[in-house]
């Protein structure tokens, strides 16, 4: 609502979310923020010392919001600790994705008391988290995203051939070996490389960062791979498995420095229980 007068709130209010915003005045909608904001300040301050993180998801989403000539992302990171609970950590602002953006974010986190470098940490192909991470977390291993993946080797395909190309990509991570997702990796490749070299190569270009998280997972088959099926798995030895749904503490909407974004769904957000909406985080 940023630029809106204040007697044109309730008519751009209704032309947003329809009748339901006759309660939504500007005065409503300030108090709103206010408390979302203390909240959101609260919830940024809780201590992650207590539990081990051994897995980290962290993904930029972008918003039509622009802070002079950048476009602004939401970056979040999402976070599974021993006893297989997924909680949200970190929602901030970024510029890009940049290195900087994340390098202020890990920091965040590290001095909040994740100080024990996670095992694999699971993004898409945006280089600035890789970079943020290396400096802040050099031990934690790189896991490559399977649901961006999937999707950036798929707008190589015609539309035709794309959902026998998506069902082999899902042959490889969801192979219940390292093994059998080699062989599967290959099959795809000998079977498009010849007709689609540029779907390939788009595979073939970060094949060990695709396949690290065989490295870290029992025979039973933990995955790090597109986060609406990771639920289905064990993760690796000594460590429980990922309950499905678990419960992730923040509040239900935030405010952006540059402005204020309310309860963004592509981020999770967006339940009445500002202590339990999870089910509309990734699973």
């Known amino acids: 609502m940023k630029g809106v007068s204040t007697a044109d709130m309730s008519e751009a209010l209704a032309a947003l979310v329809g009748k339901d915003a006759a309660g939504l005045s500007a005065a409503v909608v300030s108090r709103l923020k206010a408390r979302w904001a203390q909240e959101y300040d609260a919830w940024k301050r809780s201590a992650l010392g207590k539990d081990r993180w051994v897995y980290l998801w962290a993904d930029g989403i972008y918003s039509g919001l622009r802070a002079e000539d ?7 990171v999402i976070g599974v600790n021993e006893r297989g609970q997924k909680h949200l950590l970190a929602i901030e602002d970024g510029v890009r994705e940049s290195a900087e953006s994340w390098r202020a974010v890990l920091r965040d986190l590290q ?11 699971v993004g898409d192909g945006a ?7 290396a400096e802040l977390f050099p031990e934690t291993r790189d896991q490559r995203c399977w649901f961006h993946k999937t999707e950036n080797v ?12 998506k069902s082999m990509l899902h042959e490889i991570w969801m192979a219940e070996t390292r093994t059998d997702a080699e062989v599967a990796f ?4 000998a079977t498009l490389r010849a007709k ?12 060990q960062g695709l396949l690290a998280f065989y490295e870290f997972r029992p025979s039973t088959g933990f995955t790090c791979a597109p986060p609406t099926r990771s639920n289905r798995h064990s993760p690796p030895s000594g460590t429980a498995p990922i309950e499905p749904r678990a419960a992730c503490r923040a509040p239900p909407c935030w405010a952006l420095s540059t402005g204020s974004a309310c309860a963004p769904r592509s981020a999770g957000a967006g339940c009445a229980d500002s202590n339990a909406w999870a089910s509309s985080l990734p699973a």
């Open 127 to 133: 280089l600035g988290f890789w970079a943020a991470l």
């Open 70 to 76: 950048e476009k602004l992302c939401l970056l979040v």
């Open 186 to 189: 290959d099959r795809f490749v």
């Open 111 to 121: 001095a909040r008391g994740l100080k024990i470098p996670p095992k694999l940490a």
């Open 154 to 165: 798929l707008n190589y395909l015609p539309k035709s051939v794309q959902p026998k190309a």
């Open 196 to 207: 689609y070299p540029k779907a390939t190569e788009c595979l073939l270009k970060d094949r």
